[in-house]
């Protein structure tokens, strides 16, 4: 495929293949883009940016709901790009393809509702009888910085809040996975998008985030992946606003009054899909002491029976990593964790890009495998003497992003609520859980930040504040 500046399709000076993590077969390949490529995709996006400005909140919400039944119609096509590229099972590519078009609905919904609100200056001292509002108008050009692991989704809830609220958008998708992003394009352009108004630049992250994050033209940086590329992307960014979606180790409490096979039944499904590559992966099971006996026989046949192999067969539960590198500095963590003392209660093994889910059981919370972000198909679950020792676990980690607890105990569920240092709080519910559309980001060194369009709309708009002296 060609990546898209300029209000053109272009092949660039020299490209990359991009591969199905399974097997390693060639899927396509895209242009290696350059920082002079960046340079003339702004140019452009500054022509877009005024182009965008100008068209009314109804003209935008049609632009999105027309993309939105595009995606509709394509969604097989997209969902199986999804997997292929990523790695996720069928099942999963088809259900990021539908929320994914899901989320450029409700983005097309928030754009006839960009509102400003009514200051009432007349209560301020000496203010008698003037009147203020303020106004949102767009920042001009974001730039769409996206990871690996939902590469239709994620990019979705950059590029549709952009759209609605009057942006142009410049996306750079992770080089694993750009396939689904360049599709995506090309859908809002047959939407009636105005093409100088967006951008999709490939190509790796070192060389052109160097370029997007410095320049001045981009007035707004929406980027979704590591802390590490986070925090570089906050300290070059200069005046600029800044969303960052960082990562995770999520934790999850089993309280002793818990519903075992509720929560058993959760973590199967929160621990290991998508191949454990969710930003709010169950990853940290803190469980009571007198339910862990109990909760590990309950969690174990559940993880036992995921199938594990080609993502593209109906029958797989768990397909690859997106690399193999990944699979083994999984490997590596769990091997690391058994040698300091941990069990190895299933799983452990690894061929090629695919690892076995795997549970490990008294693991200290000291352990690499708990106390950073795993990224890959395995819980670690750490047994805890009280329900105070479980809150201040659950805190004990430099992230924030999701948290879960199981309890039937209203006061437990309002205290881990209020005590629980995350983003996204989930009672009787594993850590992994998101509906689009409602605020969702992280504290700590989880970002910085809300998505959901309404809320990304927020933060990719200004705001002016317009004062009335009668
Ligand atoms: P990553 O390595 O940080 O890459 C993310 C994006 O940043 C890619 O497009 C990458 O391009 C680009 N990039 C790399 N270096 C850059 C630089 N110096 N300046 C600007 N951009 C640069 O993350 P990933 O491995 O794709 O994704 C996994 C991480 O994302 C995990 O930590 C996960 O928790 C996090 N995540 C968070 C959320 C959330 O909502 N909080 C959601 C999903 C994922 P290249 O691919 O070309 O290197």
């Known amino acids: 495929m060609q990546m898209f500046l300029e209000g053109r399709w272009q092949s660039g000076s020299s490209a990359f293949q991009v591969h199905n993590p399974h097997n390693g077969e060639v899927l396509d390949s895209v242009p290696l883009g350059t920082a002079a490529d960046i340079e003339s995709a702004l140019t452009g996006l500054a022509r877009g940016a005024k182009i965008m400005r100008q068209l009314s909140g109804y003209e935008r919400a049609q632009i999105l709901r027309k993309a939105a039944a595009l995606m509709a119609e394509?969604?097989?096509?997209?969902?199986?790009?999804?997997?292929?590229?990523?790695?996720?099972?069928?099942?999963?590519?088809?259900?990021e393809a539908s929320r994914a078009r899901e989320v450029i609905e409700v983005s097309a919904e928030e754009a006839r509702r960009v509102v400003g609100e009514m200051v009432p200056l007349d209560s301020a001292p000496g203010a008698k009888g003037k009147f203020g509002f303020t106004l949102r108008v767009p920042c001009g050009i974001v730039a769409a910085i996206t990871p690996f692991n939902f590469p239709l989704n994620l990019v979705c809830h950059k590029v549709g809040p952009a759209i609605a609220a009057g942006n142009a958008v410049l996306i750079k998708p992770a080089s694993d996975t750009p396939l689904s992003a360049l599709k995506l394009v090309q859908i809002l352009l047959d939407a009636g998008l105005p093409p100088e108004a967006i951008a999709c630049v490939t190509g790796s992250g070192k060389t052109l985030g160097e370029a997007i994050c410095r320049d001045h033209r981009v007035r707004k940086i929406s980027f979704t992946g590591s802390y590490?590329?986070?925090?570089?992307?906050?300290?070059?960014?200069?005046?600029k606003r800044v969303t960052l979606e960082l990562g995770s180790n999520s934790p999850v409490i089993i309280l002793d009054d818990a519903d075992l096979e509720l929560a058993a039944r959760a973590v199967a499904a929160a621990g290991y899909a998508n191949a454990g590559q969710t930003c709010i992966s169950a990853q940290r099971i803190l469980t009571l002491?007198?339910?862990?006996?109990?909760?590990?026989?309950?969690?174990?046949?559940?993880?036992?029976?995921?199938k594990t192999g080609d993502q593209m067969d109906p029958d797989t539960k768990v397909g690859p990593l997106v690399r193999e590198a990944d699979a083994c500095r999984v490997e590596s963590w769990v091997n690391e964790a058994v040698g300091q003392g941990a069990t190895l209660v299933t799983g452990g093994q690894r061929r090629g890009a695919v690892y076995q889910p795997t549970i490990l059981a008294q693991v200290r919370p000291e352990m690499r495998v708990s106390r950073e972000e795993l990224f890959g198909p395995a819980v670690v679950v750490t047994e805890c003497?009280?329900?105070d020792e479980a809150i201040a676990l659950a805190n004990d980690t430099r992230y924030g992003l999701a948290a879960?607890?199981?309890?039937?105990?209203i006061s437990r569920a309002m205290r881990f609520a209020n005590e629980v240092d995350s983003g996204n709080l989930h009672i009787n519910w594993s850590s992994q859980w998101r509906a689009d559309l409602m605020p969702y980001g992280g504290l700590?060194?989880?970002?910085?930040g809300k998505e959901g369009p309404r809320y990304a709309i927020r933060e990719m708009t200004e705001e002016k504040m317009v004062v009335w002296h009668s």
């Open 385 to 387: 003497g009280s329900v």
């Open 444 to 448: 700590k060194d989880s970002g910085i």
């Open 228 to 239: 590490e590329i986070g925090d570089w992307i906050a300290r070059s960014a200069g005046v």
């Open 404 to 409: 879960g607890v199981f309890t039937r105990d």
């Open 289 to 306: 002491r007198p339910v862990t006996g109990d909760f590990l026989d309950a969690l174990k046949p559940r993880v036992v029976a995921l």
């Open 74 to 95: 394509r969604e097989v096509e997209l969902g199986r790009t999804v997997s292929l590229e990523e790695g996720k099972i069928l099942a999963e590519g088809a259900l």
